[in-house]
């Protein structure tokens, strides 16, 4: 992987193969671009197709600074974050694909970026209050950061979280404090293509259908849940089809 320095010099570390349109690989919330895109398959069988995919390990996670001070997360400083990599790379074509907090990320994106011409959503449904940073949302991840062990964490659906933090918490505890970034997407402001993925299992994500009326878009269910789907045939299959019809 390579690395930049961001809008506020922190290092991101980022990942860019192929030589095809580009399309960029936002992951979700305690992973990285290796958990979502590398152990799913998704990254290798978008190379086979001949794409240019782009990946990025977002503040606080993966390769990239993980500082634990909240206000280095406020303001949407992960959606200036991607910015800065389509400015570091020259990018003014994406197709953006995003991983539950990826996915949320990419709907505060796209409304003002428009270097992107589609957008493929993984992972989440229900955007009201800020989709993962809602009030709820929010508190329940606390908790579950804030356990000494998973096994003190008894939602199994969000037990995986503990499990994904492990000793590093610190930076998904300024993240999840930080301010500034709690606001739903402004869903009536994206005019581009957008397919929603969803786990049949998926307890995380919420209700899809009235993000996919909101958006105008495709939704299509898949069988796995939550930390599984991402690397089902199924969910494989829709995505190109997808991307290839862009």
Avoid: C
Wanted: charged share 25%; hydrophobic share 45%.
């Amino acid at each position: 992987m390579a690395s930049f320095e961001s809008f506020d010099g922190l290092t991101l570390f980022y990942q860019d193969e192929g030589d095809g349109r580009p399309v960029v690989l936002l992951h979700g919330f305690a992973a990285d671009t290796n958990v979502n895109y590398v152990r799913s398959g998704i990254l290798d069988l978008l190379l086979d197709e001949g794409y240019r995919v782009v990946t990025l390990d977002a503040r606080g996670h993966g390769l990239s600074s993980k500082p634990t001070d909240s206000e280095a997360y406020a303001d949407d400083a992960m959606k200036r974050d991607v910015i800065a990599l389509f400015d570091h790379l020259r990018l003014d074509d994406v197709l953006l694909v995003g991983y539950s907090m990826g996915a949320h990320l990419a709907l505060r994106l796209a409304p003002d970026e428009p270097r992107v011409k589609a957008l493929v959503l993984l992972g989440i449904g229900d955007t009201a209050g800020g989709g993962e940073r809602g009030p709820e949302r929010r508190d329940a991840l606390l908790a579950v950061l804030e356990a000494d062990s998973p096994d003190d964490v008894d939602d199994v659906s969000l037990r995986q979280f503990r499990v994904m933090a492990g000793l590093d918490r610190e930076p998904l505890l300024a993240y999840v404090k930080a301010p500034g970034t709690q606001d739903a997407a402004r869903l009536d402001a994206i005019d581009v293509p957008v397919l929603l993925i969803v786990g049949e299992g998926d307890e995380n994500a919420g209700d899809p259908e009235p993000l996919a009326r909101q958006l105008g878009a495709t939704l299509v269910r898949v069988p796995g849940d939550h930390f599984t789907a991402n690397g089902r045939p199924e969910l494989h299959r829709a995505l190109l089809e997808f991307l290839a019809a862009r």
